[in-house]
């Protein structure tokens, strides 16, 4: 199933929230290793459909 995530700051904030994942995986690692797994996988799920996503193209003015 898709799920469409709306983040005011755009892929910087889908960023800021892989790394929160792969930080609070690391934290909960001893005492819940299959959660800790879980927020990894979710993790790199994100991180590859940020990676899909086309290079933003800056535009330069006059």
Do not use: C, K
């Not at 690692?29 to 797994?37: C, G, L, M, S, V």
């Amino acid at each position: 199933m898709a799920t469409v995530l709306r983040l005011p700051g755009g892929s910087a904030d889908a960023v800021d929230l892989v790394d929160a994942l792969l930080a609070a995986a690391d934290a909960r690692e001893r005492r819940a290793p299959r959660q800790a797994a879980r927020w990894r996988e979710l993790a790199h799920e994100i991180g590859d459909a940020l990676d899909t996503l086309p290079t933003p193209h800056s535009q330069e003015g006059p």
